[in-house]
């Protein structure tokens, strides 16, 4: 059986210390420039040097995306990127275009080179290619099936790696190559700017009838025509596994800590288990729908995995996520009184009952007795995002655990 990999997004680095606690083997992020997430917080050098030495000290690798398709004037700021990260040290460069390709084998050869699903990976022959131009791993197209990644890996080198998106958000246009957002907006999607415009409200117009919006939809809401369920694969480790697909990648730079902290421990104890035991496996998977179902999701599907997706997709009806917990914060240090900082995201309240969630999968049922500011002032309630406090929760807990609280009906 191949190594695997379990790869998860981060937006910033406090999200990247959270993925590795939270059972990542590897971490993908973004610079300050030339990825696809303009609008993430993405890392300045110093939080990419943080971040890396942080990661290695736990085990896991750094990727840095520089997926963006090029335009001459960015070459020149490229070559002095990929400088300045040489000095840093990441596992890898996670890149789409040939010419920042070619920017990185002379500038940086000992970094890796990850070929990114924007260059559009279909087939057996493009890995080879890629391969023949030095990239140790190349990420496999939206649109294959597990029989087609199956095919690829029968006819690459042994050695190559093929990494999958296992988990997250889909796009509507090929290999998320859209031109959508440049078209309402002028903001480019292929440069990292997209606006998601496939999951805004559309409706159809006539041409000789300006102005009447003809309805293309079974309800009263609207229509989302280009809004895809979530892909979502825990139900199927051993057939990604048989597929010998090497990283299981998640989407997802622009999530809270909340989101990447329940995907990473959930795909984490789904895949030792597997590796454990099958049955185990099976046994467990009650949990790990429950866990999934945690985050914020659009519904979820298998997208192409098993074949061309159905009708049964889209969203048609609304472009809301489903929310079953509101993020509150991540449990710092104890301070000489036995509270615990916390630099608080949501608003709560003492007497609250919420939930202490911790890497190796318990989640805490714990009161809240007490908050106070950082001048120690007693407060009834931590209304201000971003706010330093500290808490006491009656329990002992312990740095990285995350706080959420059920938005669920009783």
């Known amino acids: 059986m191949r190594h695997l990999e379990l790869l998860i997004p981060a937006s910033s680095l406090e999200v990247l210390k959270i993925a590795v606690i939270y059972g990542a083997d590897a971490v993908y992020i973004g610079g300050e420039a030339f990825g696809l997430r303009a609008k993430a917080k993405n890392f300045s050098m110093e939080e990419i040097a943080e971040g890396i030495s942080f990661a290695h000290a736990h085990g896991a690798k750094v990727y840095i995306t520089a997926n963006i398709l090029a335009h001459n004037e960015d070459l020149e700021g490229v070559r002095a990127y990929f400088k300045e990260l040489k000095e840093v040290k990441p596992d890898a460069l996670i890149i789409s275009d040939p010419g920042i390709f070619a920017i990185a084998k002379e500038v940086c050869p000992e970094i890796e080179r990850h070929v990114s699903t924007q260059a559009n990976n279909t087939n057996y022959g493009t890995y080879q290619f890629w391969w023949a131009q030095g990239a140790a791993r190349v990420v496999s197209a939206r649109e294959l099936s597990l029989q087609e990644i199956k095919e690829i890996r029968d006819n690459i080198p042994e050695e190559m790696e093929i990494e999958t998106f296992i988990h997250g958000a889909m796009c509507i246009s090929y290999s998320g190559r859209c031109l959508l957002s440049n078209y309402f907006t002028g903001r480019d999607a ?155 995201r949501n608003k709560f309240s003492v007497g609250e009952q919420i939930e202490v969630m911790k890497p190796n999968g318990d989640n805490l049922p714990v009161t809240v007795r007490r908050i106070v500011d950082e001048e120690g002032n007693d407060m009834e309630s931590a209304p201000h995002p971003q706010q330093v406090l500290y808490i006491d929760l009656g329990v002992s807990i312990d740095t990285y655990d995350i706080l959420r609280r059920s938005e669920q009906e009783e």
Request: aromatic share 14%.
């Open 190 to 344: 292929n440069q990292g700017a997209c606006t998601h415009p496939c999951r805004w409200k559309y409706a159809v117009v006539e041409e000789k009838r300006p102005g009447e919006y003809l309805p293309v939809y079974e309800n009263e809401r609207g229509t989302y025509i280009f809004n895809s369920k979530d892909l979502c694969m825990i139900e199927h480790i051993p057939e990604l596994i048989a597929a010998g697909i090497d990283s299981f990648k998640v989407e997802g730079r622009m999530k809270t800590a909340l989101y990447v902290a329940t995907v990473a421990r959930t795909y984490r104890k789904a895949i030792d288990d597997y590796l454990k035991s099958p049955e185990l496996y099976r046994q467990n998977m009650p949990w790990y729908l429950e866990q999934i179902s945690n985050c914020t999701y659009r519904q979820f599907t298998t997208g192409f995995f098993f074949g061309k997706p159905s009708d049964e997709a889209q969203i048609y009806d609304n472009n809301t996520y489903v929310k079953e917990y509101t993020y509150l914060g991540i449990v710092g240090a104890c301070n000489a009184e036995g509270l615990y900082r916390i630099e608080q």
